[in-house]
């Protein structure tokens, strides 16, 4: 549920980091929202932003949608909201170079780990 959490608020400030005006090619850092504290050190150009934002608005449309079956179970829910984050991983994945995922991997992980301590 942590990483669901963590993805999720990823994808709403990388739906907020948007940029429509700038160049394609343009590289910002990107900051990221885990566990309620902003990390930073990810670099997307404007394109991968955009496609990070859809990323994130197809995944809140499905969650919603998942959430509003009232017939599933705790186990079923669980199941559903885990295919979902791994298919929206995957989504990322694609969007992000293999040094860029590396990198926001590890951003994830050492914010996991401050938090747990």
């Not at 090619?25 to 900051?31: G, H, N």
């Not at 179970?73 to 885990?82: C, D, I, K, P």
């Amino acid at each position: 549920m942590r990483t669901f959490l963590l993805l999720l608020c990823f994808g709403l400030l990388a739906t907020s980091a948007c940029a429509q005006s700038l160049p394609p090619t343009r590289t910002e850092p990107a900051f990221v929202l885990v566990d309620g504290d902003l990390v930073g050190g990810l670099v997307l150009d404007t394109v991968q932003r955009r496609q990070l934002g859809e990323v994130e608005r197809q995944y809140q449309r499905s969650y919603d949608t998942i959430l509003s079956i009232d017939t599933l179970n705790a186990a079923e829910l669980r199941v559903r909201l885990q295919d979902l984050n791994d298919r929206r991983e995957a989504e990322i994945k694609g969007v992000m170079s293999a040094e860029q995922y590396a990198q926001w991997q590890l951003i994830v992980a050492a914010q996991k780990q401050s938090t747990s301590e």
